[in-house]
């Protein structure tokens, strides 16, 4: 039996708080560990708080920090056209600067998406790319989750397996995001079919099957739906990644108004809530804080 899945709090859906705040849903979610990105930490850091005390608050909170969102610099393009001022500041990071982070905060994963546009770099240069950014995690232990969306440079399943069979590194996967995964080309057999060594963590969510927003990108960043509430199959999805055997976190990542309306706390809550529900749906165990 596998043991219990990391429960990840990926702030989304309490973007609107700050550090503190995602601090706070995840503890109030019973969250095991936590997510930041490179613009939550520069603005924790001009509040005042130094790299050791956000180490504290989550560790104390019973989520530590362990989960970097995001790294673009893999790939020769760090920022796509459509790109709003938010984005920019989590995706034009430097690989360097991504490493210290981690390495101040103590984090041990490390998601790295694409930030290029569609047919804006051949698939020789991503599959060096990605492998040189897995040899140099693999000398600090990092492990590597690559992330498909279906709006950029790397929009299905297929486009993400391309390049990590490519590279077929030992310290790296593909994150499966429902959303992204219903939205793009829904390659369900694919993903029944790869190996399970390369399927270790998810993030899941919902929607409707329609555009709601004036583009996919206005869907994604707006108008996702907390687990279980939209139209999505997130509990199928979710027990063929878990029937592989290596689920080691999977956790919540909903960007919605309808988010952003809630209180830290309450946004901690209703994530824990929804997730913790398809995932007992789906047969899948996760930790308890």
């Given at each position: 039996m596998?043991?219990?899945?990391?429960?990840?709090?990926w702030?989304?859906?309490?973007?609107?708080?700050?550090?503190?705040?995602?601090?706070?849903?995840?503890?109030?979610?019973?969250?095991?560990?936590?997510?930041?990105?490179?613009?939550?930490?520069?603005?924790?850091?001009?509040?005042?708080?130094?790299?050791?005390?956000?180490?504290?608050m989550?560790?104390?909170?019973?989520?530590?920090?362990?989960?970097?969102?995001?790294?673009?610099?893999?790939?020769?393009?760090?920022?796509?056209?459509?790109?709003?001022?938010e984005?920019?500041?989590?995706?034009?990071?430097?690989?360097?600067?991504?490493?210290?982070?981690?390495?101040?905060?103590?984090?041990?994963?490390?998601?790295?998406?694409?930030?290029?546009d569609?047919?804006?770099?051949?698939?020789?240069?991503?599959?060096?790319?990605?492998?040189?950014?897995?040899?140099?995690?693999?000398?600090?232990g990092?492990?590597?989750?690559?992330?498909?969306?279906?709006f950029?440079?790397?929009?299905?399943l297929?486009?993400?397996?391309?390049i990590?069979?490519?590279?077929?590194?030992?310290?790296?996967g593909?994150l499966?995001?429902?959303?992204?995964?219903?939205?793009?080309?829904?390659?369900?057999?694919?993903?029944?079919?790869?190996?399970?060594?390369?399927?270790?963590?998810?993030?899941i969510?919902?929607?409707?099957?329609?555009?709601?927003?004036?583009?996919?990108?206005?869907?994604?960043?707006n108008?996702?739906?907390?687990?279980?509430?939209?139209?999505?199959?997130?509990?199928?999805?979710?027990?063929?990644?878990?029937?592989?055997?290596?689920?080691?976190?999977?956790?919540?990542?909903?960007?919605?108004?309808?988010a952003?309306?809630?209180?830290?706390?309450?946004?901690?809550v209703?994530?824990?809530?929804?997730?913790?529900k398809?995932?007992?749906?789906?047969?899948?165990?996760?930790?308890?804080?």
């Amino acid at each position: 039996m596998s043991s219990p899945a990391d429960f990840v709090f990926w702030p989304a859906s309490a973007r609107v708080h700050g550090f503190r705040g995602h601090v706070e849903a995840a503890r109030a979610g019973g969250f095991t560990s936590l997510a930041i990105a490179p613009e939550t930490y520069q603005d924790a850091l001009e509040s005042g708080l130094t790299p050791g005390d956000m180490k504290s608050m989550a560790a104390d909170a019973g989520a530590p920090l362990r989960y970097l969102d995001s790294l673009t610099d893999w790939a020769p393009i760090r920022v796509p056209a459509e790109c709003t001022p938010e984005l920019r500041a989590r995706f034009d990071i430097s690989t360097d600067h991504s490493f210290r982070m981690c390495e101040k905060l103590g984090l041990t994963s490390i998601l790295a998406v694409a930030g290029y546009d569609k047919g804006t770099v051949e698939l020789p240069r991503l599959i060096d790319g990605f492998g040189r950014l897995c040899d140099r995690a693999k000398h600090h232990g990092y492990w590597i989750d690559l992330e498909f969306m279906p709006f950029w440079g790397m929009p299905n399943l297929s486009d993400a397996w391309a390049i990590v069979s490519g590279v077929n590194p030992s310290n790296a996967g593909i994150l499966v995001d429902v959303w992204h995964f219903s939205k793009g080309a829904y390659e369900l057999d694919l993903l029944k079919n790869l190996p399970g060594k390369h399927l270790a963590g998810m993030q899941i969510d919902d929607g409707p099957r329609r555009q709601v927003g004036h583009s996919l990108f206005d869907d994604t960043i707006n108008h996702r739906k907390f687990p279980g509430e939209g139209e999505m199959d997130v509990v199928e999805i979710i027990r063929i990644v878990a029937a592989k055997g290596n689920l080691r976190h999977v956790g919540p990542e909903v960007f919605s108004l309808e988010a952003d309306a809630l209180s830290a706390r309450d946004a901690g809550v209703k994530s824990a809530q929804t997730s913790r529900k398809v995932l007992a749906q789906a047969g899948v165990e996760v930790a308890a804080a």
